[in-house]
């Protein structure tokens, strides 16, 4: 049974900073892509970023570059989105998903929310202006 649990979401001001956290069990990310997600209501599932399965490149999304960054802990087998210069507009839901094809794509494959097979519950994310 593969779970992934987000965790790190808050509330916070424009300019603040925040680290989400998603651990996953029953699954090793180190044969694993996994990508962070966000949705704001209303609006569809959005991707902000994601680490390809050997770990050796970061994806992220047009308006989070510069200012997010994914990383990865092998060892405590999570994955963390580290946000700075936090604006209203990132106000969403994020979440954590994994795939483990093992299997390069190009980048615009890992931006798809359905080639992602497990997907953690979410991490409420509050940015006030």
């Known amino acids: 049974q593969v779970q992934l649990v987000e965790s790190g979401g808050g509330l916070v001001q424009t300019g603040d900073s925040l680290k989400l956290s998603c651990a996953a069990s029953?699954?090793?990310?180190?044969?694993?892509?996994m990508g962070w997600f966000r949705q704001a209501p209303g609006k569809e599932r959005e991707f902000v970023a994601a680490?390809?399965?050997?770990?050796?490149?970061?994806i992220y999304a047009d308006s989070m570059k510069g200012r997010f960054a994914i990383s990865r802990d092998i060892a405590k087998n999570t994955v963390y989105l580290q946000m700075n210069s936090l604006k209203p507009e990132d106000t969403a839901i994020y979440y954590c998903?994994?795939?483990?094809?093992?299997?390069?794509?190009?980048?615009?494959?890992?931006?798809?929310?359905?080639?992602?097979?497990?997907w953690g519950q979410g991490t409420q994310v509050t940015v006030s202006s």
């Open positions: 998903a994994s795939e483990n094809r093992r299997t390069s794509y190009t980048n615009s494959y890992y931006m798809v929310p359905t080639n992602y097979d497990y």
């Open positions: 029953g699954r090793n990310i180190r044969s694993s892509a």
């Open positions: 680490l390809t399965w050997s770990g050796g490149t970061s």
